[in-house]
């Protein structure tokens, strides 16, 4: 999920580079800034919780 947060982020910055270039140009985007909202496949994630609590491993991400 970090990987997942900081690609959403780069992804996040890239678009605001090239808001700002527009802007700059006197151009006003009217399309959205993020198009598009992965959603976290629970599956996944209860197989990586069992994982974690299977193994004793405490994280702030999913609450040990």
Do not use: M, W
């Not at 900081?6 to 910055?13: A, C, G, H, P």
């Not at 006003?28 to 069992?50: M, S, Y």
């Amino acid at each position: 999920y970090i990987t997942a947060l900081y690609e959403t982020l780069y992804k996040l910055d890239e678009r605001l580079d090239h808001f700002i270039d527009d802007v700059s140009n006197g151009d006003l985007p009217k399309k959205p800034i993020i198009d598009q909202v992965d959603v976290v496949n629970g599956r996944e994630q209860k197989k990586i919780e069992n994982f974690l609590n299977k193994n004793n491993i405490d994280t702030k991400a999913f609450g040990g």
